[in-house]
């Protein structure tokens, strides 16, 4: 998957658990296509946080330092790529 980051969006974080059943298509989603993204927006900060137990989440941050979270419990790698694809063509919370 290539993921064309601009625009309004400013960050991505994604949050998840190494190790959690419900954190499984975040993991498989950022192992399979992190290098990918990077190197099609090499400037662009992804930001990623692993711990023990936390539910996975992502965070986009916008202009004017609006942001806007989606869960990613339970979803797999296809529903993943879909809420980050939204979150980039948006243009501030949607």
């Known amino acids: 998957m290539s993921l064309r980051i601009?625009?309004?969006?400013?960050?991505?974080?994604i949050h998840l658990?190494?190790?959690?059943?419900?954190?499984?298509g975040v993991r498989n989603f950022l192992i399979?296509?992190?290098?990918?993204?990077?190197?099609?927006?090499?400037?662009?900060?992804?930001?990623?946080?692993?711990?023990?137990?936390i539910q996975p989440r992502v965070w986009a941050r916008y202009d004017r330092a609006q942001e806007m979270s989606?869960?990613?419990?339970?979803?797999?790698?296809a529903e993943v790529a879909e809420c980050l694809q939204e979150l980039a063509e948006c243009s501030g919370p949607c």
């Open 17 to 24: 658990c190494q190790t959690s059943k419900n954190a499984e």
């Open 70 to 77: 989606k869960n990613l419990s339970s979803l797999t790698e």
């Open 32 to 53: 399979k296509n992190y290098v990918n993204i990077k190197k099609a927006n090499p400037d662009f900060p992804i930001l990623i946080r692993e711990c023990k137990g």
């Open 6 to 13: 601009g625009g309004a969006l400013k960050e991505l974080r």
